[in-house]
């Protein structure tokens, strides 16, 4: 009987770690998922707030303080989601882009045609400062853009590229969104990111190519009309660089 009861305890023991281990992870990624974005200075703020009230009500019984803050919890619980509907619905993108769905990018020889083609359109640009924002879908669909820009549906050339980014043209504002193999739309309008660049020379166009990646899994090729500069955007970050790196990170990219 001792035995059985020791072995209970212990089993308890254990439910108890994993409990807590599941807890602290469930909170961790949270946290890792939250990081950089504005709901952690908003979730700070509340919490100050929150933990303030608590201790004021506790120590000096105020019973219609009391009874105010016992009535705003549910109304808290409820405002959260809502205030936090953006980095909420990115986390769980995020959550789900880790999930092992295999993006139907198409054959090795399909990507490579690609591939060339846009870094030859990139190099060509970059050289005559011709701006441009490419935009690769990734296992999150880019549709919501697709279908607010001009739809295209045609094959990667390098002639369209350069044709689309040619200056004062009608389709040379905004992104062109590269779905599969296909140049699916040009004109696309994307989400700008809010964080501050460090490179001042960075404006509209560099924010549009990182904000579409703090949303989607997606990778942005920039090309600075100032500077002719060409960067690449991907999980909300920015790096400038040269097309022979810009071959790597593609290829990387298309890899299954
Ligand atoms: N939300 C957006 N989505 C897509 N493209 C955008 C968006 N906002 C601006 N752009 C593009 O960026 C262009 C303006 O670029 P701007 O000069 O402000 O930025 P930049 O980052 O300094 O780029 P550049 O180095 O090429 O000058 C617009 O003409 C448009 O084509």
Redesign the pocket.
Known sequence: MDTFLLALTRLQDWRNIIDIALVSMIFYVVLLLFRGTQAVQLARGILVIFVITLIVSQTVQLTAFNWLLSKSTSLVLVAIPVIFQPEIRRALERVGRTAPLLVRRGDNAGTQRVINEVIKAVEQMSDHRH?A?IVFEGGTGLGEFIDRGVAIDAEVSSELLTTIFYPNTAL????VIISGMRIAAAS?????TQRELSDS?????????I?VTEQADALTV??????G?ISVARNGRILRLDSSRLRTLLSDFYRP
Do not use: W
């Open positions: 701006g924002l040379h504002d905004g992104a696309c309008v994307l989400p700008l020379q960075m404006g509209t166009r560099h924010r549009a190519a904000g920039v090309v600075s009309e100032e500077t500069n």
